[in-house]
Every structure is written in C-alpha cells, then in structure tokens.
C-alpha cells in the first residue's frame, strides 16, 4: 500500500523567508506526485504535479517541487514566502485512481 | 474557472440517521470521487466511479456506503445509517480522465452526527 509522510506539521516563518515542506512516499512502482494547497474556508487547489519528465517542476504562485527518486521523495519548495501563502499544504500520491495524501502542514506566514 | 461544488457546507444529523451529501462535478469530466477527513487526521480516499460503476474503493466504504449518479450532473454520496465516528469532512473530486489524473475537489460537506 502506498503511504505518504510529511515531514512538519506546523511551519511558521516570516514574509521574504525561504520554505521547504518535505514529502516522502512509499511505493516501489510508478507514481504521479502531486501537491495541493487548502487556503482558510477554501477547497484542495493543485499547486503542482509530476508525471514524468524534468524531475524539478514549477507550479503556480512561484511553487517548484523536485522529485528524487532515489530518495521517494517530492519536497515543495519557495524561495520568498508571502502572507498570502498561509495555508495547509497536503502532498499526494498516485499511482491508480485515488490519491493518497499525507497529514498535511500548516504554514503560518507573519506580516 | 469550472469547479466542484458540494451542498450542504454543513450538515448536521442524529446517530442512525440516513444522510445523503451532493456533488456537482465539472461538467466534462468523466471520474467521480468522495474522500473524507476526520479532524486531525488525513484525508482517506472513500471511492471512485465512472461510467456508472465504481471503479474502486476503500476499506472504509462498507455497505453503510452508496454513491450514485441519478442524473447527468449530481453525484451523490448516502450514509445509510450513520454513527458518531462519521463525524468527517467529506469532500468529492472529479477528474477529467481516470488513473493518475488530476482531480479537482470542492470545498466539502462538514458531517457531524450526534
């Protein structure tokens, strides 16, 4: 069975800091990564995915993730935080029709 | 921008109680799916369906559990008879194409059974 580990539950940072949210899985076949933000009163939005190609993958809102397969691992990254990215951050895993989400992290960005 | 929507936001019930949760989901799409979060816990994959059928589903969807499509837009999700540990945001997820594909979800359905 496919499971997924994030790594912090609650990050808090400030504007202009630098994130990175860890995100490890475990499954031995073909997998589609993928991570999803979940602002305050809002639904799951895709911030970005992985299928195949360039292991380093931009997303929206200046989101990259990289994907090291050697290490099952899929961690989210942004260079410069704002306080509009407070949010939870779910990483998902895919590899036949439902997506396996890990616990997700809450990130708190202070003004 | 197209997007899954849920009713209610917010549904309370009595233990026992038969609820149904509603899904519209984007219109061109062609996979369905429900998911729950139980609070403080992860979100679960509940079931998929396409074409009428389900596709797969989970060890939590037991016979408690149906979902249906009754028309070309709804799909809906029934909780026969429901027990305090169904306390759980649902949400449902509809994806254009199936396997791996991205899904979209709505913004959920807060069940709370007392």
């Known amino acids: 069975a496919q499971s997924v580990s994030q790594h912090n539950h609650h990050v808090i940072l400030s504007e202009a800091a630098s994130l990175e949210l860890g995100c490890n899985y475990s499954y031995g076949g073909t997998v589609n990564l993928f991570w999803y933000v979940q602002y305050p009163g809002q639904h799951l939005q895709l911030l970005l995915k992985y299928f195949s190609g360039d292991p380093l993958v931009k997303g929206i809102k200046g989101f990259e993730a990289e994907f090291i397969k050697s290490k099952f691992s899929f961690n989210l990254r942004k260079p410069s935080v704002q306080w509009s990215d407070t949010a939870e951050y779910f990483c998902a895993v895919s590899n036949d029709y439902k997506l396996s989400f890990g616990a997700g992290t809450t990130v708190t960005v202070r003004a | 921008e197209p997007e899954v929507t849920q009713t209610p936001s917010h549904q309370v019930t009595q233990m026992g109680q038969e609820v149904i949760l509603r899904c519209v989901p984007i219109s061109n799409h062609l996979y369905f799916y429900w998911y729950r979060q139980i609070l403080g816990q992860k979100v679960e994959f509940l079931v998929s369906?396409?074409?009428?059928?389900?596709?797969?589903k989970s060890e939590i969807f037991d016979d408690q559990f149906s979902v249906e499509r009754p028309d070309g837009s709804n799909f809906t999700l029934k909780i026969r008879s429901t027990k305090l540990e169904d306390s759980a945001m649902y949400f449902c997820?509809?994806?254009?194409?199936?396997?791996?594909?991205?899904?979209?979800f709505g913004a959920g359905t807060r069940l709370s059974v007392l």
């Open positions: 997820a509809s994806s254009r194409q199936g396997k791996g594909n991205i899904q979209y």
């Open positions: 369906f396409y074409n009428n059928e389900i596709s797969e």
